[in-house]
């Protein structure tokens, strides 16, 4: 019997407050919603539960407070088959909180107070791991916690020789020396914005943006573009993977079922290509739920909508 893959992820845990809108209000406006929905995120959380329901045993590295939201996270993440006795419960931090603005067009607007998430420190980091190797498949590591402990993510993932994949959002300017070793470098375009310093504004830009990226020592790039898709960048392609067509109704958890998928398709062995339309797939899937969460994809949904459209966007 083939051993279950496991991956360790190294991100923030947040409770999401989710306002469905017409629109973003101005300011000064006092604006009419439609609805509030309290949910669980994070872009840590939200890929290690789209990893566990794609089949991948996942230990999740953060922190919360010794908080009602705290211990809300713990035990709906163990409900959902992701290992908890990697995260620390901080007696004197709150958990993390995004209020998300989702609009008609689905479409978000997120504020995050970090809290707990802002006290992970490398050492932190450190002792989750070191029990784990020589079993990790793969570790993915995001930008919603301090810099530092990216850096020693990728570190300890390259001195282990385990692929290490960087979601490099939400926007931060952390320093190409966080992820030059990375197996995948993934920024969406405000984020790969933030990291170059210069707008991205149509493909051309796009594919310099990538370029420019890989030039910074990641394996590859893989830039997430939205509706148009994702660009794959390496030393001997730049190809644009196109996206798959849903109905939009919350953006907001995209990004990460795109990470979990990606991932879940690198340790399986499946050529660049194809491992980003997976991803591909399964970002398409969580845009088509309102909420972050409970949006990523099982596997079975996602190989349900490869094989309608044959494997392709």
Not at 32 to 50: H, Q, T
Not at 54 to 62: P, S, Y
Not at 280 to 302: D, F, K, S
């Amino acid at each position: 019997m083939a051993k279950t893959p496991r991956v360790a992820v190294v991100g923030s845990f947040n409770m999401d407050l989710a306002v469905r809108t017409p629109r973003i209000p101005l300011r000064g406006e006092n604006l009419l919603a439609y609805s509030l929905r309290i949910g669980l995120g994070g872009k840590g959380a939200n890929p290690a539960v789209g990893l566990a329901r794609m089949g991948v045993e996942a230990f999740l590295v953060g922190c919360v407070g010794a908080d009602d939201f705290g211990r809300r996270a713990v035990e709906a993440l163990a409900q959902e088959g992701v290992h908890t006795e990697t995260m620390a419960i901080l007696p004197d931090a709150a958990t993390g909180v995004a209020l998300i603005m989702v609009d008609d067009g689905g479409e978000n607007t997120i504020l995050v107070v970090n809290g707990a998430n802002d006290r992970l420190t490398p050492e932190q980091v450190r002792r989750a791991l070191d029990p784990l190797w020589g079993d990790l498949n793969a570790v993915l590591v995001n930008f919603e916690v301090p810099e530092g402990a990216v850096a020693e993510a990728v570190r300890l993932a390259l001195a282990h020789s385990v692929p290490v994949i960087v979601d490099a959002g939400p926007p931060r300017h952390y320093s190409p020396e966080t992820w030059r070793g990375a197996t995948i470098l993934t920024p969406n375009e405000i984020e790969a914005e933030t990291l170059l310093g210069y707008p991205i504004a149509d493909e051309a830009s796009a594919r310099r943006a990538a370029r420019d990226l890989l030039e910074t020592g990641p394996g590859a790039v893989v830039l997430k573009l939205g509706a148009q898709g994702a660009l794959l960048a390496t030393p001997e392609e730049c190809t644009l993977i196109p996206p798959f067509k849903v109905e939009v109704v919350d953006t907001t958890g995209a990004g990460d079922a795109f990470a979990a998928g990606l991932v879940v398709a690198l340790i399986e062995g499946k050529p660049l290509r194809e491992a980003v339309r997976f991803a591909n797939a399964a970002g398409a899937l969580a845009v088509t739920q309102m909420g972050t969460m409970n949006a990523m994809p099982t596997r079975a949904e996602v190989e349900r909508l490869l094989a309608a459209t044959g494997g392709a966007g």
